[in-house]
């Protein structure tokens, strides 16, 4: 069973470096993060998706959303496929 989280991102501009910091110190079990915006020919979008595929138990997938949800601008939904 894969475990997924998907971020949606507004203000990316303000919010990048505090959702950095969180997916940093929860990196050991991230297996694959993709990250999307809008950007191109004078396009850069303040608003994005990031998606993460984990390894990790409830407890710590838990943490990391808690802590994703306190930055003010950030969404998290989770899946389980």
């Known amino acids: 069973?894969?475990?997924?989280?998907i971020?949606?991102?507004?203000?990316?501009?303000e919010t990048a470096l505090?959702?950095?910091k969180v997916l940093t110190e929860s990196g050991c079990f991230?297996?694959?993060r993709l990250g999307l915006?809008?950007?191109g020919e004078g396009k850069c979008s303040d608003t994005g998706l990031i998606i993460l595929q984990l390894e990790a138990s409830?407890?710590?997938i838990k943490a990391l959303i808690s802590n994703l949800k306190?930055?003010?601008?950030?969404?998290?939904?989770?899946v389980k496929i």
Do not use: D, W
Request: charged share 35%.
């Open 7 to 13: 971020l949606s991102v507004e203000k990316r501009k």
């Open 70 to 78: 306190k930055i003010k601008g950030v969404k998290v939904n989770s």
């Open 18 to 20: 505090k959702v950095q």
């Open 1 to 5: 069973m894969a475990n997924i989280l």
């Open 37 to 39: 915006h809008e950007s």
């Open 58 to 60: 409830s407890a710590e």
């Open 30 to 32: 991230i297996k694959t």
